[in-house]
Nanobody, 122 residues
Framework: QVELVESGGGSVQAGGSLRLSCVASGYTFDARCMTWFRQAPGKTREKFASISTGGSFTNYVDSVKGRFTVSRDNAKNTVYLQMNSLKPEDTAVYYC???????????????WGQGTQVTVSS
């Protein structure tokens, strides 16, 4: 079955960087687009970065644009999220999701990982 496993979360001070990874298995990785979501305490889960099957098309929400970069290595069945200039408001559980279609510029999720915690202190 489809499995997505995130890693790389942790605690960092404001201005710092983290790199998240999401390893996929159980399906043809390069057949699905990928989206990163996050959920802060008391808030709904929000999408913030998406990447196409081949990696040539990416999309970001304004709040992370210029600070976060999504990429993928189809040979390793892995999608990455490089997060720079982190802010306390980036604190959340981060999830990767795989999808087979788009609504507008966003890959729509079919399968989810279990999430990894990112905590940014001021």
């Amino acid at each position: 079955q489809v499995e997505l496993v995130e890693s790389g979360g942790g605690s960092v001070q404001a201005g710092g960087s983290l790199r998240l990874s999401c390893v996929a298995s159980g399906y043809t990785f390069d057949a699905r687009c990928m989206t990163w979501f996050r959920q802060a305490p008391g808030k709904t889960r929000e999408k913030f970065a998406s990447i196409s099957t081949g990696g040539s098309f990416t999309n970001y929400v304004d709040s992370v644009k210029g600070r976060f970069t999504v990429s993928r290595d189809n040979a390793k069945n892995t999608v990455y999220l490089q997060m720079n200039s982190l802010k306390p408001e980036d604190t959340a559980v981060y999830y990767c999701a795989a999808g087979r279609g788009y609504i507008g510029d966003w890959c729509t999720p079919d399968n989810w990982g279990q999430g990894t915690q990112v905590t940014v202190s001021s």
